[in-house]
């Protein structure tokens, strides 16, 4: 296997393809850059010539103005991809969030898969992640500690229901991530039957717009700004993380502060946010999709990026799997969990 180390070369700032001359995810401007998904730490703005799904171009365009059409710029369908300096690169599902793709280069008769981050559990705004064969396996490990155990998504949303019901005079306020957190949430109470409007902080209206774009049917959105308080009780309103504790707030009728994310698993987060009702609502595999699907990809080698790589690297270990940390700069966990 010592041979792909010699075309593609982690740096502290992403991933390096040589013979391509194409950075995945860098996290500062280049010439050009393939990316795996819109979140912040993935997508930046400033490359010369952005490869990405159509979807990630599309929340490109809207957050940082990209120029989707432009034709520097070039969009990929899930299975398709593109050549260049005798490396061929695809864009694979993976479940993470709207668009979010894994990336496989396959080179001299080797193949490479950089997951970007991902989930295996069902997520009705986004395609299912599909297992891709390869040599080199490079892996999120977000919550990569065996602590980290989501559990069904479902028990959460039915919890939200619950307390919805069970205090008709209050609001619920959900604090969910603006991209890919707030409308997997909104879809989830669709699906579990939730028909009423859902109330939302202006700063998700845009990308609950986007997906609803794309053919993800998010049901009646209200603006909180266009609503008079009283309306709101006994409903559920969904805004950014960062509006949970402010005055914004105060417009809402008397609200039960939760909030959805895998960092929910531990008490102190929630305590930390003020969150009575933390959701263990995650976008990211947890510890036993992790390892469940290094098993299944079963990669000659694992690399492992951003989040607890050490958890990941001791379990390879542990099961004489050859892999290695790599240690990328700019990874917020806290952003999008
Ligand atoms: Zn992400
Ligand atoms: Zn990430």
């Known amino acids: 296997m010592a041979k792909a180390k010699t075309w593609i070369e982690p740096h502290p700032h992403g991933i390096y393809v040589k013979p391509a001359d194409v950075w995945i995810d860098p996290s500062r401007p280049v010439e050009r850059a393939a990316v795996t998904h819109g979140h912040a730490d993935h997508a930046r703005s400033g490359h010369g010539s952005v490869f990405a799904t159509p979807e990630t171009l599309a929340i490109m365009a809207l957050r940082y103005g990209v120029d989707a059409e432009a034709s520097h710029n070039a969009a990929f369908p899930y299975g398709e991809g593109f050549e260049r300096g005798g490396v061929r690169f695809s864009f694979h599902p993976a479940g993470h969030v709207l668009g979010s793709a894994q990336i496989l280069m396959e080179y001299a008769g080797e193949r490479i898969v950089v997951t970007g981050d991902y989930k295996r559990r069902a997520d009705p705004t986004c395609a299912r992640f599909e297992v891709v064969p390869c040599d080199i396996f490079v892996t999120e490990a977000t919550f990569g500690l065996p602590v980290f155990r989501h559990p069904p998504t ?25 991209l890919g957190k707030a409308q997997r949430v909104i879809a989830e109470l669709r699906d579990a039957g939730w028909d009423a409007p859902i109330y939302i902080h202006g700063a998700l209206e845009k990308m609950c717009h986007l997906y609803a774009v794309h053919g993800i049917d998010l049901g009646e959105l209200r603006l909180v700004s266009e609503t008079e308080k009283p309306e709101m009780a006994g409903q559920i309103v969904l805004a950014p993380p960062s509006a949970l504790n402010d005055r914004w707030s105060r417009r809402l009728p008397d609200p039960v502060t939760a909030m959805a994310s895998g960092w929910m698993r531990v008490r102190q987060r929630a305590r930390q946010r003020m969150v009575e009702l933390p959701l263990v609502i995650s976008d990211h595999a947890d510890w036993d999709e992790l390892t469940a699907t290094i098993a299944e990809v079963n990669p000659k080698e694992t690399w492992i990026t951003h989040g607890s790589e050490d958890g990941l690297l001791r379990w390879c270990e542990l099961h004489q799997r050859k892999a290695r940390a790599l240690h990328l700069v700019g990874r917020d966990l806290e952003e999008e969990a």
Not at 164 to 172: F, G, I, L, Y
């Open 154 to 178: 479902g028990d959460e949303i039915a919890k939200l229901i619950g307390a919805v019901r069970a205090e008709p005079d209050r609001s619920v306020l959900v604090g969910a991530y603006a």
